[in-house]
Structure formats: C-alpha cells, structure tokens
C-alpha cells in the first residue's frame, strides 16, 4: 500500500491580497511559513520516504520544511505548478471583472471552459498533473508501506482530487483548498481512493 500527502503550499502575500499567481513565482509570507513549519510539527505523516514539489518557490520553500522534519531530498516537478493563468497574472481577480468579463464568469460558473490569452486550461492543468501523480506511484507502489510527500498547488490539487473522484471539471470550486490543507490519498493495487480532503487540524490556534 502506498499514501500519499497532496499538500497545498503556504499562503503568500499575493494569496492575502487577491493576486493571481499562477505560474508566477511568489514566495512564502511569514504567515506562509509559519503554517509550513506547524504542518511539520503537526504532520499527519509520522515517516516519508520521498518528497515531490511544484518547482515554484512558495511550493518549494513548503516542502523544504517539511524536507527538513524527515531528513529527505525534494524532487521538483515542473508537472506540478499552478496553472498558467497567462494574461491574468499579477492583475487582482477583481479587476478582471472588467478586464476579461467573460472568462472571469467562466472561471468560477463553468471552469472547463475557462480559455485566458497565452495560460492554460484546467483540462491541460489536470492531464499533466495526473501524469505526474501516476508516475509518483510507478515509483513507490512496490515499496511495501511507503509514504510520500507532494506538494502543489490549489487549481493542482483541486484538478487532482476531481480526476480521482470522477467528478466533472465545472465542479472543481466545490473543493476547498486552504494554504497548507492536507489531503491523503491510498493507492492499492494502482486504485486511487481518498482518506482526507483540506485536512487543517494542524492550523488549530491560528
């Protein structure tokens, strides 16, 4: 049996203030860092043996911390970035409003069809980042009781847990993704089945 922890990295000044990221390479807040560091004291996972990360720097710097709790290398995956929100990066979503009216209903009403100048679709988004979830198990499947560590992004995660569930794209907001929430996955027998989603117990008190 293989788990896997599929994280959200910590939140990042851009998060705070409504900023589209992206693929944009924002870093950590303080905050950001102080939620990395109690889900290393807090971990749901008491071992890992391997630890994957979006090669963007808010979910890089979220993985060393938890790289350094375990005592483990990250392996960084263009694969699992953010979408690329191309034209839209650096604008605040509510000033596409009236800038991109039309992909901005799109956006939250029917994400599958969410088409932004020079970005990607969330379909892209998801294909890629299931290429690489499935090549992680192709890793570490035979390994008998073997954990693992990724961490991403919310579009990622959220493009993730809709392929696993089967649930329709246009469904993906109905997934909530807090900076730093904790969703496990259980492969046996290379079926996918989910134990947690957005688990935050480790944010308690903040």
Partial sequence: MLKIMLVRHGVTDWNTLGKIQGISDTHLSPDGLHQARLLAAHC?????????????????????????????PVTHLP??????????????????????????????????????NNGETFLQTQVRAMNALKKI????????????????????????????????????????????????????DGNISVELMNGTAHLKGI
Wanted: net charge negative; glycine share 4%; proline share 3%.
């Fill in 79 to 116: 694969e699992l970035r953010e979408t690329n929100f191309g034209d839209w990066e650096g604008n605040f979503f509510r000033e596409m409003v009236d800038k991109d009216p039309e992909n901005f209903k799109a956006f939250f009403e029917e994400p599958e069809k969410l088409k932004i």
């Fill in 137 to 188: 198990i192709s890793v570490h499947e035979e390994k008998k009781d073997s954990h693992v560590i990724i961490v991403s992004h919310g579009s990622v995660n959220r493009c993730v847990l809709c392929a696993i569930l089967e649930m329709p794209l246009k469904k993906m907001w109905a997934i909530t993704q807090f900076n730093t929430g904790v969703n496990i996955l259980r492969v046996i």
């Fill in 44 to 72: 749901p996972f008491e071992k890992a043996d391997a630890i994957y990360s979006s090669d963007l720097a808010r979910a890089k710097t979220t993985a060393l911390v938890l790289s350094n709790k375990f005592n483990l």
